[in-house]
């Protein structure tokens, strides 16, 4: 895992080493251990691989600032937390044999060892156990056709000397980042939007669109269309590539999910079950080599529970692919002095004694937030939807003080097999075919699951089968109806439009459930989920896996009848038969949902109580927000002393802090400062 930084212009003017070199070293938490430069004059062909104050003396190479009276027209710039083969064989940027290729590469390529067989009978040799020089290897051989071949996570930038190409590439869901800003003057890109932003490279210019379906809604940019809250900065979507040469810029799709995939007979469950059950263990199989210590994320739930109980299970038959989990694997949860329901200290209790795990825990309390707020919102480059990512934080620099330096976790599930409890989609689903008996029965079976009211997701789903054009002004009209246009600055929402979600969303994403469940995976929440997730973990140098999201596992999840995945009112129906015998009963049937969660609530309440002068009409959030509004909102919150959420307060907090933080000059907190 790692950070990359490029940039190429095609007007020819010489490139500011000294930006590249800041804006390498702006992310420098992401690779602590290594440090590299490639810098390239594309019209006469010289290429000069140099090192900065982290690169590994025994490379013995001249540092970057030996070439800054050069001239450079491309160059990339990277930093490497070693994962993989430790040795100074893996540094980046790196080479083909035959000097052709340069590539930078942030991820991990999970089948990388299968791919080195196959290539090694192609005539490749192969000088270190990286899977960067097997991705390398892999492009030599075949081309863009490569990323089929994968399976991992990555974001890659590749240079090719004699087609004087730029390629770049994310990974089929996105779980690495890569950001870019393009004209016709050239690109640049980065693993991070603070490397492009506070850097120099652009102005911080906030997105206005973006800020204020944020405000209105919760709503964050799409990645799909390459959305960010930056104006002049884009997002390569997930599952794409972009090729740039001389006058072309392309962008292809290489991978996509079908909504519309076969279904797989529901006659044949127990070998269904079967399959599900041993593509998971070996997708957490592959996520365990490493070359360093290794831990797990344990919230509690189903999800992180199934991949402990499965390391477990592994470890017990042997034959691991890393002895980098030592006779105990390491656990790492979050958890309060508070009781239920955000502690989930009884659940992780029981896995924990299942396992025989060694268990580490991290208690977020508001205290920490409010010191640790402004580093967090720096780290995540963009506002956030609420406080639990804080929670995920806490955990993250708890494995990283344990010495651990990679960690599986659970992400994914929810949004693969039904999780959020979209009842009313699978419903509508019953009744389009007619099933009217099966949707009543389903729907009393919710009641009992979830306690909600049986004609609740019923009248749902009717209003789901509905023509599309039809549901939509139902919903244009509902939303018109509950959202709060006074907390807006008055100018600022009537430029936008006065739009909703119903604007900004089809009721496509609803018609059907393997439909609902790609818009989650692909638009919704997931890209969010990840980009919270990278940013937590490579800010203390840890390098999150996540098995749920390996392609095949996805593939395979999305082809099955909507009766796998929901049924007698259970989500996850496919995942909880599974793991029947591998994960304790209590967890595998919990009928409550928690996650990584904080006592918001409560602790919004307190924060506001003590810093009531956040919103003053000098505020930076006033060029967006009513702040004589917001404040009397706060005050009457404050006054009801309710524990009911009001779930705009942190996304005003989060604003305000956001724009103090990328509007400064400084580029670094002090304790991410060399």
Request: glycine share 6%.
């Amino acid at each position: 895992m790692c950070g990359i930084f490029g940039t190429w212009h095609l007007d020819g003017k010489p490139i500011d080493l000294t930006v590249l070199q800041r804006a390498t070293n702006i992310m420098r938490h992401r690779g602590p251990d290594d440090e590299g430069y490639l810098l390239v004059n594309t019209e006469s062909g010289r290429t000069a691989p140099c090192a900065g104050d982290d690169t590994d003396p025994r490379l013995d190479m001249h540092p970057l600032e030996s070439f800054f009276g050069e001239a450079f027209d491309l160059a990339l710039g990277f930093r490497r937390l070693a994962i993989l083969d430790l040795s100074p064989a893996g540094h980046q940027p790196m080479r083909s044999a035959d000097g052709r290729l340069w590539i930078a590469m942030n991820g991990e390529i999970y089948n990388h060892e299968q791919l080195r067989s196959e290539l090694s009978q192609h005539g490749y040799d192969f000088d270190s156990r990286t899977d960067t020089e097997v991705a390398l290897a892999a492009y030599e051989q075949w081309g863009p056709d490569c990323l089929a071949r994968f399976n991992g996570m990555w974001a890659l930038a590749l240079w090719d000397q004699i087609e004087n190409c730029l390629f770049l590439a994310r990974d089929r869901l996105g779980i690495k980042p890569l950001y870019y800003v393009k004209d016709d003057s050239g690109i640049t890109f980065a693993s991070e939007i603070k490397a492009l932003v506070q850097s120099g490279v652009v102005p911080f210019a906030p997105d206005d669109e973006a800020i204020y379906k944020y405000l209105l809604a919760g709503y964050q940019p799409n990645p799909r269309t390459g959305g960010t809250f930056f104006r002049q900065v884009h997002s390569l979507a997930p599952g794409h590539t972009l090729t740039v040469r001389p006058g072309d810029f392309t962008m292809r799709q290489f991978w996509s999910l079908d909504p519309q995939a076969p279904r797989e007979s529901v006659a044949r469950e127990s070998h269904t079950f079967e399959e599900f059950r041993g593509l998971l263990t070996d997708a957490v199989r592959l996520r365990l080599r490493t070359d360093v210590p290794l831990g797990s994320c344990l919230s509690g739930g189903l999800d992180s529970s199934s991949i402990v109980c499965t390391i477990s299970q592994l470890m017990t038959a042997g034959g691991l692919p890393t002895a980098q989990l030592g006779d105990q694997q390491k656990t790492f949860s979050a958890v309060y002095e508070t009781a239920a329901p955000y502690n989930e200290t009884e659940h992780i209790a029981r896995v924990v004694q299942a396992t025989r795990s060694d268990p580490h825990y991290s208690v977020p309390t508001l205290e920490r937030l409010r010191e640790e707020v402004e580093r967090l919102i720096w780290h995540q480059d963009e506002p956030f939807m609420s406080t639990s990512v804080f929670a995920q934080w806490c955990v993250m620099n708890e494995a990283r003080a344990s010495g651990v330096k990679v960690l599986l976790d659970g992400q994914g599930a929810d949004e693969l097999l039904a999780g959020y409890r979209p009842y009313s989609v699978f419903l509508a689903d019953l009744l389009r075919q007619g099933r009217v008996i099966g949707a009543v029965r389903e729907a009393r079976a919710m009641s009992e699951r979830s306690g909600v009211a049986p004609w609740s997701p019923l009248v749902g789903a009717l209003r789901y089968i509905l023509p599309h054009q039809l549901m939509d002004g139902i919903r244009r009209t509902w939303y018109a109806h509950e959202q709060d246009w006074s907390v807006l600055d008055r100018d600022f929402a009537s430029r936008l439009g006065h739009t909703t979600v119903a604007d900004w969303q089809s009721a496509s994403a609803y018609h059907g459930l393997r439909r609902h469940l790609r818009y989650l995976l692909q638009e919704s929440s997931l890209p969010h989920l990840l980009r919270y997730e990278d940013r937590n973990s490579m800010a203390v140098g840890v390098e999150a896996r996540v098995p749920f999201l390996d392609h095949r596992l996805v593939e395979f999840c999305l082809r099955q009848d909507s009766s796998m995945l929901i049924r007698d009112g259970w989500t996850k129906w496919m995942l909880r038969k599974a793991m029947e015998g591998t994960v304790p009963g209590s967890i595998a049937w919990r009928r409550d949902k928690v996650g990584f969660e904080t006592p918001e609530p409560a602790w919004l309440r307190q924060w506001m109580r003590e810093e009531s002068d956040l919103f003053e009409n000098d505020s930076l959030s006033a060029a967006y927000l009513n702040t004589e509004a917001i404040r009397a909102a706060l005050a009457s919150w404050l006054k009801s002393g309710t524990e009911t959420p009001c779930p705009p307060v942190w996304r005003w907090i989060n604003l305000e802090l956001w724009l103090r933080c990328f509007s400064q000059a400084a580029p670094l907190p002090k304790e991410d400062a060399r």
